[in-house]
Antibody, heavy 130, light 113 residues
Framework: QIQLHQSGPGLVRPSQTLSLTCAISGDRVSSHTVGWNWIRQSPSRGLEWLGRTYYRSKWDHDYAKSVKGRITISADTSKNQFSLHLNSVTPEDTAVYYC????????????????????WGKGTTVIVSS | DIVMTQSPDSLAVSLGERATINCKSSQSVLYNSNNKNYLAWFQQKPGQPPKLLIYWASAREFGVPDRFSGSGSGTDFTLTISSLQAEDVAVYYCHQYYDTPFSFGRGTNLEIK
């Protein structure tokens, strides 16, 4: 059973980079059958999916347009974790940030079917303020 | 991008009565090749992450009480709580995982009348 443990600072200065980590137990970050997601939640934007990474012979990523150009999601196989980096933050990036995993099923022809996000981290409140 | 619209925004139901929450997607989330609707329902209580209740529009997650049920297909979906319990007070979200960017409804705040 996958478990996700989040860590990272709760306060980030405007224009700096927000960096959070999600440590994985119960599976490998390089598993071909799991995708690793970041979602955030704020009163103004609700639940907002930010992006994901997954390994399929190489690392692939999908990012939300709202943060594209500012976001990087990376994986560290030696520490079995994945990270979110969001640069040039503003107070609008203040939110609770969650990591979440989703099952991937490999289909005939090597395409992939991405299932629901069933395991979530506990969340990290990040405030962007000077 | 797929927009998820939930109704109502808030709902007050008496204990033991039925609660119904609706969700509409701006385009179909039914994948014809496998006949699955890529639609999930989450429950969120204060200070906690969203908890998966229903996936594939109608499959109940392991451990979720059978008073929770999901229905619908294509663009219109419903979450039903057949007999409301005190511990069901929460915010409920629908969510599509048919395509990125994944998206969520704005939530329905369920209270006891």
């Amino acid at each position: 059973q996958i478990q996700l443990h989040q860590s990272g600072p709760g306060l980030v200065r405007p224009s700096q980079t927000l960096s959070l980590t999600c440590a994985i137990s119960g599976d490998r970050v390089s598993s071909h059958t799991v995708g690793w997601n970041w979602i955030r939640q704020s009163p103004s934007r609700g639940l907002e999916w930010l992006g994901r990474t997954y390994y399929r012979s190489k690392w692939d990523h999908d990012y939300a347009k709202s943060v594209k150009g500012r976001i990087t999601i990376s994986a560290d196989t030696s520490k079995n974790q994945f990270s979110l980096h969001l640069n040039s933050v503003t107070p609008e990036d203040t939110a609770v940030y969650y990591c979440a995993s989703q099952e991937i099923v490999i289909l005939p022809g090597a395409s992939s079917d991405f299932y629901h996000m069933d395991v979530w981290g506990k969340g990290t409140t990040v405030i962007v303020s000077s | 991008d797929i927009v998820m619209t939930q109704s109502p925004d808030s709902l007050a139901v008496s204990l033991g009565e039925r609660a119904t929450i609706n969700c509409k997607s701006s385009q179909s989330v039914l994948y014809n090749s496998n006949n699955k609707n890529y639609l999930a329902w989450f429950q969120q209580k204060p200070g906690q992450p969203p908890k998966l209740l229903i996936y594939w529009a109608s499959a109940r997650e392991f451990g979720v009480p059978d008073r929770f049920s999901g229905s619908g297909s294509g663009t219109d979906f419903t979450l039903t709580i057949s007999s409301l319990q005190a511990e069901d007070v929460a915010v409920y979200y629908c969510h599509q995982y048919y395509d990125t960017p994944f998206s969520f409804g704005r939530g329905t705040n369920l209270e006891i009348k």
